[in-house]
């Protein structure tokens, strides 16, 4: 593997971990939280070795060894295609994937953490014999304890019992009764960042999503409060790190390995207060910068700049919306003039390519709403002389959001609403815009999951994780509503 370790860890280890990321190598490589659980679980001393997609599906990057070897397997799961990848694994990899079909019998543990735990963890609830809930890092080296002392009596219902004590941990088979939530638990989303959890990229390597950078994490949760956002409901409050603290990290790191690009994690860069004064760090120590996110109305000057620096031609925002009215309601309070006259600034300092983010199916969306992204599309080229990239997802209400309540849009519904906005970008004859839409069937299919009870859980499990061929009842949504209020 083609990976060069940014932190010594050590070898070896006396709990063999199968460590999965649902997804591909690249993706997995540019996740900041699979980089931390396995330095974590490296630095506890435990066996981990790292599962992707790629590049040998069921045999790990480190010893090549199968899957089902490990008596753990844990996987980070990022959103709801993830946990269908994961599922589909364990199924293949002949595991039963519902917990009461393993309480016998040599199986292994299975467990699961990441974003989605902090959005609706009973998606996982029915395959999982445990969840850690948030943040993890101190739930984490407790499920190591007591993983420890699994591995050395073979007791399982000793390690429920262990692990059920741990307030961020859900255990189904402990806390699930009569198909329902029976024990309380406590979602870790307000632990300082400097104090528990390393800042960086674990691992360098060129085949990640956003090339060899060393990725750095400036804060967590997101002060903004979009309509649709999981962000700001689901992952605490606001926290960041202190720049002083990220420059005296990342000094030490240019001294031990060669970084050329640094890509600073953040749901929005702009509203880290000590921004600029870590761009012009960065930009002292010659190395080209990316951002994870941009919100394009705190797009300033020096941003772009860094980002030219470091070679890039294009950027990528997200209006949401073409008409100013959706967008406010969405949340995000800027018009389509703040919108041209940014990207306006952005082709004037050399970036000639915009990749925008679209939804459709928000609620109040009129025809004339579809029109005006076509229409805005238009004026920024025309205006700024930009090659577009246009990325319309349909919009996918999610627990833990303020529009939590509201209606999907239906597959037949989006596919309208596509034809709508293909008709209308035809008018733009010049340099017309390159446009990627996310296919309505995956929409659904991430509203189900999203939705997820235990019920629903028992369902994936009983239909070997395949969601197609589980029928949803849109009123366990409103269950797993009450559920999840009830849980945290
Ligand atoms: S969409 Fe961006 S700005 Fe809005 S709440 Fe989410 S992270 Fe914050």
Avoid at 230 to 252: A, H, N, Q, V
Avoid at 299 to 324: C, F, N, Q, W
């Amino acid at each position: 593997m083609d990976e060069e370790c940014v932190t010594e860890l050590p070898r070896g280890g006396d709990l063999p971990w199968a460590l999965f990321y649902p997804a591909d190598y690249s993706v997995a490589s540019s996740s900041l939280g699979y980089h931390y659980i396995y330095r974590s679980l490296k630095e506890l001393g435990v066996a981990a070795e790292r599962f992707c997609n790629d590049p040998v599906p069921f045999r790990s990057i480190e010893g090549d060894t199968l899957l089902e070897r490990f008596p753990v397997i844990t996987a980070s799961v990022a959103y709801e295609g993830n946990a269908e990848i994961f599922f589909k694994w364990l199924n293949s990899a002949n595991i039963p994937l519902h917990f009461e079909s393993r309480l016998s019998g040599s199986y292994p543990i299975i467990g699961a953490g990441g974003a989605m735990s902090y959005i609706n963890p009973l998606l996982l609830s029915a395959i999982c014999d445990f969840i850690i809930l948030g943040d993890a890092l101190d739930a984490l080296p407790f499920a190591v304890k007591s993983l420890r002392r699994y591995l050395t009596s073979g007791n399982k219902e000793k390690l429920f019992d262990e692990l059920a004590e741990h307030p961020s941990i859900l255990v189904p088979p402990r806390h699930i009764r009569s198909g329902s939530v029976a024990v309380k638990r406590v979602l870790a989303n307000d632990q300082p960042l400097d104090a528990v959890h390393p800042m960086n990229s674990t691992w360098l390597t060129p085949r990640s999503s956003f090339g060899k950078t060393l990725l750095v994490e400036l804060q967590r949760g997101c002060v903004r409060n979009c309509s649709y956002c999981t962000l700001p409901g689901c992952f605490g409050k606001m926290r960041y790190r202190d720049s002083g603290m990220i420059k005296e990290r990342l000094e030490e790191i240019f001294s031990l390995c060669e970084v050329d690009q640094v890509g600073l994690v953040t749901p929005e860069a702009g509203d880290h207060p000590q921004i600029e004064d870590l761009l012009d760090f960065l930009e002292s120590k010659n190395k080209g910068v990316s951002f994870a996110s941009l919100r394009i109305d705190r797009l300033t000057e020096k941003m772009l700049y860094a980002l030219k620096r470091g070679g890039r031609h294009s950027i990528t925002v997200a209006p949401e919306t073409g008409s100013d009215e959706l967008r406010f309601s969405c949340g995000k309070k800027f018009n389509n003039e703040i919108i041209l006259e940014k990207l306006g600034l952005a082709a004037s300092l050399g970036i000639d390519q915009a990749k925008l983010y679209f939804m459709t199916g928000l609620p109040g969306e009129t025809d004339e709403d579809i029109k005006a992204i076509a229409d805005l599309s238009g004026r920024i080229i025309t205006e700024t002389g930009l090659n577009l990239i246009l990325s319309v997802n349909p919009f996918v209400p999610k627990p833990g959001t303020v529009w939590s309540g509201m209606e999907f849009e239906g597959t037949a519904g989006i596919r309208k609403k596509y034809g709508i906005l293909v008709q209308a970008l035809t008018k733009i004859k010049k340099k017309r815009p390159q446009l990627r839409m996310a296919s309505p069937k995956e929409a659904e299919s991430e509203f189900s999951l999203a939705w997820c009870g235990y019920n629903e859980s028992v369902a994936l499990a009983k239909n070997n994780g395949i969601s197609k061929k589980v029928r949803f009842d849109p009123a366990a949504r409103a269950k797993t509503l009450l559920e999840l209020e009830y849980l945290w």
